[in-house]
């Protein structure tokens, strides 16, 4: 069936480094894989997504990569502050009949010392 | 304003009980979802509607009904209410159509079954 494989489980870094988070998915369909960030005891929020027809892409601190052929996919965060400690859910989506359910990772707890 | 509202926002119930959840989205998206998510964080996805019309339905007790009056609302009714069905549950929604679009999450439902 369709599944999603992230990892690490947590992840704790200094203010300033750069923190990776990587996905594995399963569904060789899929075509969309967003990143949602979940600070505690709030909603997920999309911080970005990228569709299977770009290999990259970047906002500010932000990064993710996607290599179709591995089923890969990972977000990349530099010059992390505290307020980057949260969740992290990675995401894979087939779109179809208008509508697209997300296969979320198991997510990974992120901790930024300051 | 708030983009999606769900309601109550906490839930303490008794096993065996039926309760109602309430999502309402004012984004004027086609399509809406409910996710649940367990104790371990883990996101899953239950129901999608698009205009009305049950699309998505995985593998959840017939306990869980969803109902959608019309597309600004998407609600779930859960009867014989058991420990395991506490949980977060999230609504979202997005714009229907050919290619995904994001999903916005409510502020989700806390659900203590007791």
């Known amino acids: 069936g369709e599944n999603v494989e992230q990892h690490p489980s947590t992840l704790s870094v200094q203010e300033g480094d750069s923190a990776v988070i990587k996905c594995t998915y399963s569904d060789s369909a899929s075509n969309y894989f967003p990143w949602y960030k979940q600070e505690l005891g709030k909603r997920p929020q999309l911080i970005i997504d990228i569709r299977s027809n770009v290999g990259e892409k970047k906002d500010q601190r932000i990064a993710v990569t996607l290599n179709k052929t591995a089923k890969h996919f990972s977000l990349h965060i530099t010059e992390t502050q505290p307020e980057d400690s949260a969740v992290y859910f990675c995401a894979a989506s087939r779109w179809s009949s208008n509508t697209g359910k997300l296969i979320f990772g198991q997510g990974t707890t992120l901790q930024v010392k300051p | 304003d708030t983009a999606v509202s769900q309601t109550p926002k906490y839930l303490v119930t008794q096993m065996g009980n039926d309760k109602s959840i309430k999502c309402e989205q004012n984004?004027?998206?086609?399509?809406m979802y409910w996710y649940k998510q367990d104790s371990k964080k883990f996101l899953k996805i239950m129901f999608s509607?698009?205009?009305?019309?049950?699309?998505i339905n995985e593998t959840v007790p017939n306990r869980f009904s969803p109902k959608s009056p019309d597309k600004a609302h998407l609600n779930l009714h859960i009867n014989s209410l058991e420990l395991g069905d506490s949980a977060v549950y999230f609504c979202?929604?997005?714009?229907?159509?050919?290619?995904?679009?994001?999903?916005?999450f409510g502020p989700g439902t806390r659900l203590t079954v007791l």
């Open positions: 509607y698009n205009n009305k019309e049950l699309i």
């Open positions: 979202a929604s997005s714009r229907g159509g050919s290619t995904y679009n994001e999903q916005f």
């Open positions: 984004l004027g998206h086609d399509t």
